[in-house]
């Protein structure tokens, strides 16, 4: 840990770190020194540098006559400088959720927010899908296809849908059909999917011989029911978008992570850490416990229903990004998704 700096040091600071994140470039004496609100002299400036290095906030790259943040430099300045002064919540990323028609399917949803994200920041956004046990089933029908072919539909709370085909050796009865849908969506309506109780309640001896051999028949289409939204899911936007961004000083970083977007497992196990957490999860380079991920920042907060966490939203890039941005974003699409999972689960 790395007692506060003085005032001055804090300023040069910041000012490294944020002509850093533009340019991509070390940043100089020559860069700081006669800039607005720096009045001091070139050789202070210097000195300080020198300072801010020997401290490990700062790095000397090569010959270069300037300075890098390290992630330690990146943390304090989070921590202590520009990030504190919050962001208006970027627009985008609520207008993502405002379109009607995606108020009917999770999925749709998740991909808009995490577009919006990327869109906002230049960066990945990154948003886990909430796990299957979460959904319910919503509505079941029964068709009758042919006179020997049925097909059971089932909906869940986040606006999948499953259909199973069902073969008979004589044909169905349409009214057993009608009736068969009106029994389910009494009995497995609001249940969560995977619930051991939905055989059960598919039990019932009031049945005559032939709804009981039809519900029977039809049954597995609900007790091995399958959300689409399978845990464990990433929904990752604008990854075109960030490899088509001139980031020629972020190769390294940027394969890395494109590494681990294929190992999402690296990702999932990462993000758990802010699913636990109710608030803000920011790590930086070398904070992460992954050494493939050196070089990369995650800035993430959860999102769900009261009391109950449900995904993530992230923005994931590298250590020089703008993190009052990232941060002001992450915030408002936690805000935006759970207030729409609490419209669909609530």
Known sequence: ????????????LRMVVERHIATAAPVGSKNIAGQSGMDFASSTVRSEL???EQLGLLDHPHTSAGRVPTDAG???YVDHLGPGDQLPAPREVAGALAVGEMRREVDAAIRRVADAMSQVTNMLGVVTAPPARSATVRRVEVLVLQPQLVMVVAITSTGAVTKRMFAF???VDPHL???ASDFLNERVVGLPVGARMIASRLVDPSLDPREHAFIEAIGTALTELEDEEAEGTLFVGGQARFLEENRAQDLIEIGSLMH??????VLLEL????LAANEVYLRIGAELPDPSLRGVSIV?????????????VSVIGPTRMDYRLAIATVREAAHALSEYVEEVYG
């Open 50 to 52: 020198a300072r801010l």
């Open 260 to 265: 681990a977007l294929e190992e999402r497992y």
């Open 74 to 76: 990146y943390r304090y």
């Open 300 to 312: 993430a907060a959860n999102y769900g229903i009261a009391r109950r966490n449900l995904g993530t």
């Open 1 to 12: 840990m790395i007692m506060r700096l003085s005032p001055r040091q804090e300023v040069i």
């Open 177 to 179: 059909a009608d009736w």
């Open 169 to 171: 050796d004589r044909p």
């Open 271 to 274: 993000l758990r850490g802010a």
